[in-house]
């Protein structure tokens, strides 16, 4: 079965610190990584996905199939960070568009001004 | 994008009730999904809802305790039956649409007393 671990319950950072949250996994196939991110009063959302290698307000994950990791990262954290990341892994089926999602426990970053 | 909304956004019920939590999305969608977030934990799937056939419940849910209805493709209900208090989460509906993107729902915040 697959997990997601996310080590770190809280985190904090001061501003222009760099940032990194933590995520392992456990998948016997090849893992769609995605994390997810839940800033005050809003709902969750997509932040970034492994596939696409992108950068999205700064952070950046890459998958490390050798040590099962997908870390998040940002070199200077903003205080407009602060919010709930959540690691997420994805278990595809044989019919594209029923992808379920696995989440870890979630990490509550805080930014110290 | 897609826009869900989800009603009701809170309540408190008594123990022994039920409650019906609907799912809107703005256009059609094949697959719907049900999560439930219990206080200081992640989110854990319960179901995926399909059009026109019985909802997939995940393993430690049952049909008899979590009835899902999908009746068109832009809408689901979930009624959580004869609750206790260990019912108390925020219950959240998704979507899966374009490249592998998930869509949640602002979720429903039960109170069971």
């Known amino acids: 079965a697959q997990r997601v671990t996310q080590p770190e319950k809280l985190l904090s950072v001061f501003k222009g610190a760099p940032v990194e949250l933590k995520c392992n996994y456990s998948?016997?196939?090849?893992?769609?990584l995605f994390w997810y991110v839940q800033y005050s009063r809003q709902r969750l959302q997509l932040l970034l996905r492994h596939i696409s290698r992108e950068s999205i307000k700064g952070f950046t994950a890459d998958l490390n199939k050798g040590e099962t990791s997908f870390h998040l990262k940002k070199p200077f954290a903003q205080e407009e960070d602060s919010a709930m990341y959540y690691c997420a892994l994805s278990d595809r089926r044989s019919n594209f568009g029923n992808e379920k999602l696995t989440f870890g426990t979630g990490t509550r970053l805080t930014i110290i001004p | 994008s897609a826009v869900i909304s989800q009603k009701p956004s809170r309540d408190i019920c008594q123990r022994g009730t039920s409650l019906t939590i609907q799912c809107q999305v703005d256009?059609?969608?094949?697959?719907m999904f049900w999560y439930r977030q219990q206080p200081g934990q992640s989110l854990t799937l319960i179901a995926t809802a399909n059009q026109g056939s019985e909802a997939t419940y995940e393993s430690g849910f049952v049909i008899d305790k979590f009835p899902i209805s999908r009746p068109n493709l832009t809408f689901s209900t979930l009624t959580v039956s004869n609750m206790s208090p260990e019912d108390s989460s925020i219950y959240l509906c998704?979507?899966?649409?374009?490249?592998?993107?998930?869509?949640f729902g602002p979720g429903t915040r039960l109170t069971v007393t």
């Open positions: 256009s059609q969608v094949t697959m």
């Open positions: 998704s979507v899966f649409r374009g490249s592998y993107e998930q869509y």
């Open positions: 998948y016997s196939g090849s893992p769609e």
